[in-house]
């Protein structure tokens, strides 16, 4: 059974940092794609970010510069750290392994709130 447990989300002053933390189990996460999806308020879903089994890493034009997405292997842990964060980054945010159809499991996802 896989399950992917997000966690690490807050509330957070304009400009300030959060790492929020994905683990996974039932899956070969070493070679797994895994990818950080948004969801704001009253909005539809937003790719973020993706690190693919070799390490690289791909950032929606709007995070580029201030997310960092990276994995621990030995912990079967996807990480995004979030600096410089923004009103506009307030989202749930959910852990999600992408294939080449698309996104084949989800986390719960843990809520990030940009806030003065």
């Known amino acids: 059974q896989v399950q992917l447990v997000e966690s690490g989300g807050g509330l957070v002053q304009p400009g300030g940092s959060l790492r929020v933390s994905c683990a996974a189990s039932?899956?070969?996460?070493?070679?797994?794609?895994m990818t950080w999806i948004r969801q704001a308020p009253g909005k539809g879903l937003e790719w973020v970010s993706t690190?693919?089994?070799?390490?690289?890493?791909y950032y929606t034009d709007s995070v580029k510069g201030r997310f960092t997405v990276s994995r621990d292997n030995a912990k079967n842990t996807l990480y995004l750290q979030m600096n410089s964060l923004k009103p506009e980054d307030t989202a749930l945010y959910y852990c999600?392994?992408?294939?080449?159809?698309?996104?084949?499991?989800w986390g719960q996802g843990t809520q990030v709130t940009v806030s003065p």
């Open positions: 999600s392994r992408a294939t080449g159809e698309g996104f084949d499991y």
């Open positions: 690190i693919n089994g070799g390490g690289g890493t």
């Open positions: 039932g899956l070969t996460f070493t070679s797994s794609w």
